[in-house]
C-alpha cells in the first residue's frame, strides 16, 4: 500500500512540476497585449487617424474622379 502513495505522489509532483514549467500559453498572453496596446493607440490618436484618412480617402477620389472624367 504504501509503495502505492508513494507512486501517486511521485506522479502528482511530476504532473504539478511539469504543469509549473509549462510555456505554452505564454505566446497567447504576449499576443493578447500587443492587441491591447494597438486598440490603447487607436482611441489615444482617433481624431488623428480620422483626419489622416479623410484626406487620403479624399484625394483618392479626387484623381478618380480625373480619371473618369
Partial sequence: ????????EKYVREAV????EDESGAGVIELVL?????IGFVFLFKDKIGS????VFSKI???AEGIYS
Fill in 52 to 55: 489622416l484618412l479623410n484626406t
Fill in 34 to 38: 500587443i492587441i491591447v496596446v494597438l
Fill in 17 to 20: 512540476k511539469e504543469f509549473i
Fill in 61 to 63: 477620389n479626387s484623381q
Fill in 1 to 8: 500500500m504504501n509503495y502505492l502513495i508513494f507512486k501517486m
